[in-house]
């Protein structure tokens, strides 16, 4: 039933404000450019013209965290990166998702040693992680409609 | 060996009293710390050994002397030969004289191999760490630093690895 | 976990000039997060208003060790980490790795495996020249080129799927020969790429070699002698484009190279043009290779028969008990290498990739070390970049063609 019957002759809809915010939220979320290793150039082929991401609203990837409010952290996050990626997720503006991308900043992928973080959530809170070693490019946009789908059934909070 | 290694080979037996050994085609030449600076000086200038293709270290740990081999691979872009000088060094207190005024590319690598051997290379212009963060303690490539294995969640030891997993807070 | 810390002039006090001090010159910090950087790199930069005067890079934000973490498996199962160093190039490391274990413990590999192992691997540098050029592109401003550059290299994925099942990290080549034979749709999938493949390096030509944007963007910048570039262990299209006639594949052919003909494009210049140039003309050379090795391709096994080190193929298994028990004993055990060290290197891309292996009589390789060209290649921007602005230096970043993954290890 689409918006057309709700119409009426009246030419009003009505819905909820959170809807409404939620709807617009997923319409044109960009993410932040945080391409680290090979799930990188996934990333970047999900972009390109074959696997197109601006069909659900990402256009293109902002470089400055305080235009964007998804990071896709794409590959391993390294001992020395962390502090970093903690930085630049702490730049970013409310309200903001993480996806972690790959194997690697799922849970360390393949490496299992002294200089990979198992994981990234060790360090950000992570929405949506995404499997493979690197995962397709369908893959990746299948965990991006995850997110829009959380973000469409967030509730607002009011603050005590 | 090929026959055009032979005389290059000869020279640096003759001025070092250095042994070598082939495998499979390669061939391995052992100096020692005060010898190697001179040798590479040789090749580059009268062998025309213009390119240090790699510089490298290997840890045979529970013999502590000695307990490192500093391996320089050279490589002749003139004659197409290449040759591994190889250069043991002690375990306790390592260094090894910098090569970096007689290949630029030295700077690097000696400065990747004080961060992860430790093997302080003397004379450096530019001792910083390299590849592994400020505060990192120890050399990760030596056989006694421990990989830092993270023990694999299954369901019988989920909830105790969770417990001590360190996740981040909002 | 740490937090980043305030860092004061000290640190880099000997690495700047005298006017950085007094505050004449700005330290501008290209940090690890950027979209010119090509991956995770960070540049300190000391700039005279648009001119930069010095450029210290620092490494090490995709530090992942590698080195250590090969010693801690078997020979055949340390295969899946070497996919993950330069991640553009994934045919090519499994190739220098596999080499190098067919070297220590004295494998052969048969002619077929030899052919299609060319193909991949020459069909991986088109894909690899692909992603620089449409990096390329969106550093200097054309960025339709991403898109086309990202269409084509769409084609060669889709030829590596069908071999391995696996886009990027396939691990098809094992030591001793392949893991499987082609499919039947092999040959024809290739044979259209190549069919197709020219005109569309000419559409690439029309877009940018003879643009005016492009030639003053990039005539004369950053100009690399050869003397500077051998002191500095720079090799592969860096090399060429700076006059120098070095290609592996040429002065010590491997893998059956020497039947193919082909030429290694030469420049004298130096600058990012002609690195451009080099590397444009590379990948019509190297469709040259493919068609040959194809045509070439000669009957047979894709594996050695040396049961003592490769598994046995998957048919064998259901009838042979000694079959099932070699493929059990490597699969678990591995097999035990010499206690000697070897060094084998393969024209990759970038230039030199090396891998030194040494075994020491057990199933689990003692020290690996990978001599990556990126690594050198980076080594020698502070030098070439000097003296130019801002936007030359992104250009020259764009044109050394780096993989952070090499670099770290």
Sequence with gaps: MGVEQ????????????????????????WPMLFGLA????????????????????????RASPRQSDLMIVAGR???????????????????????AMGDCASCGGVFNNYAIYQGVDEIVPVDVFVAGCPPRPEALIHGVLTVYEKVKGEKFVVPT | MDHKLEPIVKALQDQFKATYEEFRGEVHVFLTTEQIIEALTLLRDKHEFELLSAMTAVDYYPQTSPRFHVIYQLSSLAKNVTVQLRVPVNGDQPRVPTATRVYEVANWR??????MFGIVAEGHPDPRKLLLPDDQEGYPLRKDFPLGYEEPQFTFNFDEIDVRKPYAKE | MPQLEEVA????????????????????????????????????????????????????YLHTGIEKNMEAKTYLKAEVMTDRLDYLDTVGNNLAY?????????????????????????????ASHLVWIGTFGLDTGAMSMFLYAFRERELILDILELCSGQRMMTTFIRPGGLWRDVPVEFEAAVRDFIRIFPKRIDEYETLLTKNPIMLDRLLGIGKLDAATALQHGVTGP????????????KARPYMGYEQYDFDVPVRTEGDTYARYQVRVQELRETLKIVEQALNKLPMGPVRSDNRKFVTPPRSEIGVSMEALIHHFKLWTEGFPAPKASVYSAIESPRGELGVYLEGDGGPKPYRVHWRTPSFDNLSVIPKIVKGHLVADLVAILASTDIVLGDIDR
């Excluded at chain 1, 809807?19 to 979320?29: D, E, I, K, L, P």
């Excluded at chain 1, 150039?41 to 990837?61: C, K, N, P, V």
């Excluded at chain 3, 090399?239 to 120098?244: E, N, P």
Aim: some cysteine; charged content about 25%.
């Design chain 3, 98 to 126: 596999c080499m190098a274990v067919e070297k220590l413990v004295d494998l052969d590999v048969p002619p077929r495996a030899q052919a299609i192992r060319v193909i991949l691997t020459e069909l991986q540098r088109i």
């Design chain 1, 77 to 99: 996050v390294s001992r020395k990166m962390g502090p970093v990626l903690r930085r630049l997720y702490d730049q970013m503006p409310e309200p903001k998702w993480v996806i």
């Design chain 1, 38 to 61: 090979c799930c990188a150039i996934e990333m970047m082929s999900a972009q390109a013209s074959h696997y197109d991401m601006s069909r659900f609203g990402m256009e293109l990837m």
């Design chain 2, 110 to 115: 000696e400065r990747e191999l004080m961060d």
């Design chain 3, 9 to 60: 002039i000290d640190k880099y006090k000997h690495l700047v000039s005298e006017r950085a001090l007094k505050g004449e010159t700005m330290l501008l910090n290209m940090g690890p997060q950027h979209p010119s950087t090509h991956g995770v790199l960070r540049l300190l930069l000391e700039l005279d208003g648009e001119t930069v005067v010095n450029a210290v890079p620092e490494i090490g």
């Design chain 3, 238 to 249: 860096m090399l060429r484009a700076s006059g120098v006639k070095w290609d592996l594949r």
């Design chain 1, 6 to 29: 709700k119409l009426g002759n009246m030419g009003v809809v009505t819905t909820t404000l959170e809807s409404m915010v939620n709807w617009s939220r997923t319409g044109a979320m």
